[in-house]
C-alpha cells in the first residue's frame, strides 16, 4: 500500500489544480462545508479545532451531499431552441475528502440521469469528467447509520483515489485508471506504506464502524435486510399522520438528500432570454404532483411523507435493485420538525412483525 | 427528437388556433424538425415566457410535418396557448410515454370511451383505427361532453356516426345553453354504454376523460363483462420533464411519462390515489 504526506498531498493538489476545479473540506463551527481550494490551505493537525481554511480529510460527510456538484440546485438546460448544450462547467471539478455514503449517493442518482431511454447529458458530464478524491471516515456521528444501509465508513470501490488519514499523512489506494494515472505520474509523492500506518488504518476503520454499530443499537435502527414490505404493509398505517404531524413543509429533507434527485423544469419568464432551468424540487411540498386542472394525487402531508418514504424504501429499490438512503444521517439534523428516519423505520419494521403472518 | 439534450424545446410555427368550444382550442403547428409520435405517446408544448406542459396530439400520426394539440384553459400555460396567433413560435419537446398497443387491439371488438377533452387523444387514435377499421371485427365509439356547446370536434364526430364500419353514439350531460340543434341522447357517458351489442369478455375498451369520467366508466365496463386487463386508461399526472426523471408523475411503481400514460387497468388498480 502506498502512504503520501499531508505535504505531498498538497503538492498533488497543485499538480491536480492545472486540469481540475478542486473542492476541499473545511470546518465552520461544528460542520464541514465544501470550499473552492487554493494553495495557501493547509491540512488539518487537530480536525476538532479546524477553521474556514484547513482541509479536514478525516471525520465525517460534508453538510452538503455531493449533489450539489453533480446535478446541482439550479442548473441551465436548455438555451432557447439552440442545439447546443449551454456550457456550465467550463472546467472539470475534482471532490476532496467524499465518505463513503457520499459514494452510495452517486448510484441513486446514476440510476436516475444515466439509465433508462434518455440520459441527462449535464450530470453524465460531470460525472465522466470529474474525479473524486474520497476518504475514509475518522469517527461517527451519533446521527451516523451508514451499514444499516449496506455501506461502510470507509469507502471501497467507486472513488478514483482513497485516502484514509494516519499519523502525518495518508494511505492512498487507486480505485480507477485515472486514480493510477495519478500516482504513476506523480511516483515521488507517494511511498511505500509502513506497516504500522497499515495497521493504524485498520484500528481506525474496525473503531468507526464500532462506533456506527453501537449508534445503531442504541436507537434500535433496523438493518435493510427487514426492509422488504414494510412499506406495502404499513401503507394505510396510522405511522405517516403521526410522524408528518409536526411537518412544516420546508422541503429540507429533500435538499439535503443524497438520493433525492426530484426537479422542476422552470422556464425564465422572459421571452427574450429564453432559458430553462432544471430546479431542485421536494415530494413535500403540497403542489408537487398537483396538476393545472387541480387534482392532487397526495393532498394531506402524511401522503407526502408516505410517498418520501416509498421511494427510498419501496418503489425505487423495486426498479434499481438499490434502497435510495445512504444512512447519513443528514436529514435527521435538517429537520425543524424532528422527524427522525431511523424511528420510522423501526416503526414500520416493528409493525410490520407484529402483523400476523 | 433532440437526441443529445432532452430538455431542449424544437422551434414550432403556429399555423392556426381553431375555437373548439368556449374553453377549448386547438393549435395547429409545424415543428421545424420532424416529430414522429405513435397515437396515444404525448410531447411537452413550450409557451416562450410562460413555461411548458403535456399534451397528447389530437393529429393525424403519420402527418409528419405537422401536429395540432386540443387544449383546455385550466392553468397559466394554457392560458397563454389561448392567446396564442397564427405565426407565433412555441417549442414541442417529444414524443413520450408508450401510446395505445394498436397491433394488440387488431382482430379484435373494440369500444371507444371518451369524455370533453379525453376527445383530443382519441381523436388521434380513431384516425389511425379508421385507416385498418377493416382489420378490427367491430368498432364502438361513445362519446359524451358537459352540455351542446361544450361538445368537441362536432364536425368529425358527426362525421364517424355516418360511417358503416363503425357505431357511434355521442351524449351531453345535460342541455344547458344549448340551442335546440342537439340531435345526440342526453345523461352521462356511462348510460350509453348499455345494450353494446360486443363480445365483452374479450373485448377491448379505451377510456379518456377527465379522472371522474374515467373511474366511473371503468367500474361500469368491468360491470358489463370486460375484463381489466381489456381496459385502457390514459393517466394524468403533472409531467414535468417527461423522461423520466423528475418524479412529479408516479404510480405506484410507474412513472406515467415513461410507463405511461396509457396503462391497463389491471396494473393500476390497486393503488389508491389511481382516480385522484
Given at each position: 500500500m502506498l502512504y503520501i504526506t499531508k505535504n505531498n498531498l498538497s503538492n498533488l493538489l497543485e499538480i491536480i489544480q492545472k486540469d481540475y476545479d478542486i473542492f476541499v473540506p473545511v470546518k465552520r463551527e461544528n460542520n464541514r462545508f465544501y470550499k473552492r481550494y487554493d494553495p495557501s490551505m493547509k491540512f488539518s493537525e487537530d480536525e476538532k479545532l479546524a477553521d474556514e481554511n484547513t482541509i479536514v480529510l478525516g471525520e465525517v460527510r460534508a453538510f452538503e451531499p455531493l449533489k450539489v456538484f453533480y446535478n446541482r440546485a439550479r442548473e441551465i438546460v436548455a438555451d432557447g431552441f439552440k442545439a447546443e448544450l449551454p456550457r456550465t462547467n467550463p472546467k472539470p471539478f475534482c471532490i476532496v475528502g467524499a465518505k463513503a455514503c457520499d459514494l452510495k449517493g452517486f448510484k441513486i442518482q446514476d440510476f436516475v440521469f444515466k439509465e433508462g431511454d434518455f440520459q441527462d447529458p449535464f450530470y453524465i458530464e460531470a460525472r465522466e469528467n470529474n474525479l473524486i478524491i474520497s476518504a475514509d471516515c475518522t469517527c461517527a456521528l451519533d446521527t451516523c447509520f451508514c451499514s444499516t444501509v449496506d455501506v461502510k465508513p470507509y469507502p471501497e470501490k467507486d472513488f478514483d483515489l482513497n485516502l484514509s488519514q494516519v499519523s502525518g499523512g495518508f494511505i492512498a489506494q487507486a480505485g480507477s485508471q485515472k486514480g493510477q494515472a495519478l500516482i504513476d505520474k506523480n511516483p515521488s509523492l507517494f511511498g511505500e506504506a509502513m506497516d504500522r500506518a497499515v495497521a493504524e488504518m485498520e484500528e481506525q476503520r474496525k473503531r468507526v464502524t464500532a462506533d456506527v454499530r453501537k449508534n445503531i443499537r442504541q436507537n434500535s435502527i433496523p438493518s435493510q435486510d427487514k426492509y422488504e414490505g414494510i412499506i406495502q404493509k404499513n401503507y394505510d398505517s396510522p405511522i405517516w399522520d403521526e410522524e408528518a404531524k409536526?411537518?412544516?413543509?420546508?422541503g429540507a429533507c429533500n435538499t439535503i438528500c443524497p438520493t433525492c434527485h426530484c426537479f422542476l423544469l422552470y422556464d425564465q419568464m422572459s421571452e427574450e432570454r429564453m432559458e430553462r432551468l432544471r430546479v431542485w424540487d421536494s415530494c413535500m411540498i403540497k403542489d408537487f404532483a398537483k396538476v393545472a386542472a387541480g387534482v392532487?394525487?397526495?393532498?394531506?402531508l402524511w401522503m407526502r411523507l408516505r410517498n418520501r418514504f416509498e421511494k427510498k424504501f419501496d418503489f425505487f429499490p423495486k426498479q434499481s435493485g438499490i434502497y435510495a438512503c445512504t444512512g447519513c444521517g443528514r436529514c435527521i439534523t435538517a429537520c425543524p420538525a424532528k422527524i427522525d428516519i431511523r424511528k420510522v423505520l423501526q416503526r414500520l419494521v416493528k409493525d410490520v412483525q407484529k402483523q400476523p403472518v | 427528437m433532440s437526441k443529445n439534450n432532452p430538455y431542449r424545446p424544437i422551434e414550432t410555427e403556429v399555423l392556426d388556433v381553431i375555437t373548439e368550444t368556449p374553453t377549448i382550442k386547438t393549435v395547429k403547428m409545424k415543428p421545424k424538425e420532424e416529430i414522429i409520435f405513435k397515437t396515444g405517446q404525448f410531447v411537452e408544448l413550450t409557451i416562450p415566457g410562460a413555461g411548458e406542459a403535456p399534451f397528447t396530439p389530437s393529429s393525424r400520426p403519420w402527418l409528419k410535418d405537422k401536429m395540432e394539440v386540443t387544449v383546455m384553459q385550466v392553468g397559466k400555460v394554457t392560458e397563454r396557448i389561448h392567446q396564442l396567433k397564427k405565426g407565433e413560435t412555441v417549442g414541442v419537446r417529444g414524443p413520450y410515454g408508450n401510446g395505445y398497443p394498436l397491433e394488440e387491439f387488431l382482430g379484435k371488438e373494440l369500444l371507444v370511451v371518451g369524455g370533453g377533452c379525453g376527445f383530443a387523444p382519441l381523436r388521434s387514435l380513431m384516425y389511425e383505427i379508421f385507416e385498418k377499421s377493416?382489420?378490427?371485427?367491430k368498432l364502438f365509439f361513445r362519446g359524451g361532453c358537459k352540455t351542446p356547446k361544450d361538445f368537441l370536434y362536432k364536425k368529425e364526430t358527426a362525421e364517424w356516426a355516418k360511417r358503416d364500419d363503425i357505431d357511434v353514439v355521442l351524449t351531453v350531460d345535460t342541455l344547458d345553453g344549448g340551442n335546440g340543434e342537439w340531435k345526440g341522447k342526453v345523461g352521462l357517458?356511462?348510460?350509453?354504454?348499455?345494450?353494446?351489442?360486443?363480445?365483452k369478455k374479450n373485448g377491448i375498451a379505451v377510456v379518456c376523460g377527465p379522472p371522474i369520467m374515467m373511474k366511473f366508466t371503468t367500474k361500469k365496463l368491468i360491470e358489463m363483462g370486460f375484463k381489466d386487463s381489456n381496459i385502457y386508461l390514459s393517466m394524468e399526472r403533472n409531467m414535468s420533464?417527461?423522461?423520466?426523471?423528475?418524479?412529479?408523475?408516479?404510480i405506484g411503481p410507474y412513472y406515467v411519462c415513461k410507463d405511461g400514460p396509457v396503462f391497463r387497468y389491471n396494473d393500476i388498480k390497486d393503488f389508491p390515489d389511481v382516480w385522484d
Amino acid at each position: 500500500m502506498l502512504y503520501i504526506t499531508k505535504n505531498n498531498l498538497s503538492n498533488l493538489l497543485e499538480i491536480i489544480q492545472k486540469d481540475y476545479d478542486i473542492f476541499v473540506p473545511v470546518k465552520r463551527e461544528n460542520n464541514r462545508f465544501y470550499k473552492r481550494y487554493d494553495p495557501s490551505m493547509k491540512f488539518s493537525e487537530d480536525e476538532k479545532l479546524a477553521d474556514e481554511n484547513t482541509i479536514v480529510l478525516g471525520e465525517v460527510r460534508a453538510f452538503e451531499p455531493l449533489k450539489v456538484f453533480y446535478n446541482r440546485a439550479r442548473e441551465i438546460v436548455a438555451d432557447g431552441f439552440k442545439a447546443e448544450l449551454p456550457r456550465t462547467n467550463p472546467k472539470p471539478f475534482c471532490i476532496v475528502g467524499a465518505k463513503a455514503c457520499d459514494l452510495k449517493g452517486f448510484k441513486i442518482q446514476d440510476f436516475v440521469f444515466k439509465e433508462g431511454d434518455f440520459q441527462d447529458p449535464f450530470y453524465i458530464e460531470a460525472r465522466e469528467n470529474n474525479l473524486i478524491i474520497s476518504a475514509d471516515c475518522t469517527c461517527a456521528l451519533d446521527t451516523c447509520f451508514c451499514s444499516t444501509v449496506d455501506v461502510k465508513p470507509y469507502p471501497e470501490k467507486d472513488f478514483d483515489l482513497n485516502l484514509s488519514q494516519v499519523s502525518g499523512g495518508f494511505i492512498a489506494q487507486a480505485g480507477s485508471q485515472k486514480g493510477q494515472a495519478l500516482i504513476d505520474k506523480n511516483p515521488s509523492l507517494f511511498g511505500e506504506a509502513m506497516d504500522r500506518a497499515v495497521a493504524e488504518m485498520e484500528e481506525q476503520r474496525k473503531r468507526v464502524t464500532a462506533d456506527v454499530r453501537k449508534n445503531i443499537r442504541q436507537n434500535s435502527i433496523p438493518s435493510q435486510d427487514k426492509y422488504e414490505g414494510i412499506i406495502q404493509k404499513n401503507y394505510d398505517s396510522p405511522i405517516w399522520d403521526e410522524e408528518a404531524k409536526t411537518c412544516v413543509e420546508c422541503g429540507a429533507c429533500n435538499t439535503i438528500c443524497p438520493t433525492c434527485h426530484c426537479f422542476l423544469l422552470y422556464d425564465q419568464m422572459s421571452e427574450e432570454r429564453m432559458e430553462r432551468l432544471r430546479v431542485w424540487d421536494s415530494c413535500m411540498i403540497k403542489d408537487f404532483a398537483k396538476v393545472a386542472a387541480g387534482v392532487n394525487p397526495r393532498p394531506w402531508l402524511w401522503m407526502r411523507l408516505r410517498n418520501r418514504f416509498e421511494k427510498k424504501f419501496d418503489f425505487f429499490p423495486k426498479q434499481s435493485g438499490i434502497y435510495a438512503c445512504t444512512g447519513c444521517g443528514r436529514c435527521i439534523t435538517a429537520c425543524p420538525a424532528k422527524i427522525d428516519i431511523r424511528k420510522v423505520l423501526q416503526r414500520l419494521v416493528k409493525d410490520v412483525q407484529k402483523q400476523p403472518v | 427528437m433532440s437526441k443529445n439534450n432532452p430538455y431542449r424545446p424544437i422551434e414550432t410555427e403556429v399555423l392556426d388556433v381553431i375555437t373548439e368550444t368556449p374553453t377549448i382550442k386547438t393549435v395547429k403547428m409545424k415543428p421545424k424538425e420532424e416529430i414522429i409520435f405513435k397515437t396515444g405517446q404525448f410531447v411537452e408544448l413550450t409557451i416562450p415566457g410562460a413555461g411548458e406542459a403535456p399534451f397528447t396530439p389530437s393529429s393525424r400520426p403519420w402527418l409528419k410535418d405537422k401536429m395540432e394539440v386540443t387544449v383546455m384553459q385550466v392553468g397559466k400555460v394554457t392560458e397563454r396557448i389561448h392567446q396564442l396567433k397564427k405565426g407565433e413560435t412555441v417549442g414541442v419537446r417529444g414524443p413520450y410515454g408508450n401510446g395505445y398497443p394498436l397491433e394488440e387491439f387488431l382482430g379484435k371488438e373494440l369500444l371507444v370511451v371518451g369524455g370533453g377533452c379525453g376527445f383530443a387523444p382519441l381523436r388521434s387514435l380513431m384516425y389511425e383505427i379508421f385507416e385498418k377499421s377493416k382489420e378490427f371485427k367491430k368498432l364502438f365509439f361513445r362519446g359524451g361532453c358537459k352540455t351542446p356547446k361544450d361538445f368537441l370536434y362536432k364536425k368529425e364526430t358527426a362525421e364517424w356516426a355516418k360511417r358503416d364500419d363503425i357505431d357511434v353514439v355521442l351524449t351531453v350531460d345535460t342541455l344547458d345553453g344549448g340551442n335546440g340543434e342537439w340531435k345526440g341522447k342526453v345523461g352521462l357517458v356511462t348510460t350509453v354504454l348499455d345494450g353494446i351489442k360486443m363480445d365483452k369478455k374479450n373485448g377491448i375498451a379505451v377510456v379518456c376523460g377527465p379522472p371522474i369520467m374515467m373511474k366511473f366508466t371503468t367500474k361500469k365496463l368491468i360491470e358489463m363483462g370486460f375484463k381489466d386487463s381489456n381496459i385502457y386508461l390514459s393517466m394524468e399526472r403533472n409531467m414535468s420533464c417527461g423522461i423520466g426523471k423528475c418524479g412529479h408523475c408516479r404510480i405506484g411503481p410507474y412513472y406515467v411519462c415513461k410507463d405511461g400514460p396509457v396503462f391497463r387497468y389491471n396494473d393500476i388498480k390497486d393503488f389508491p390515489d389511481v382516480w385522484d
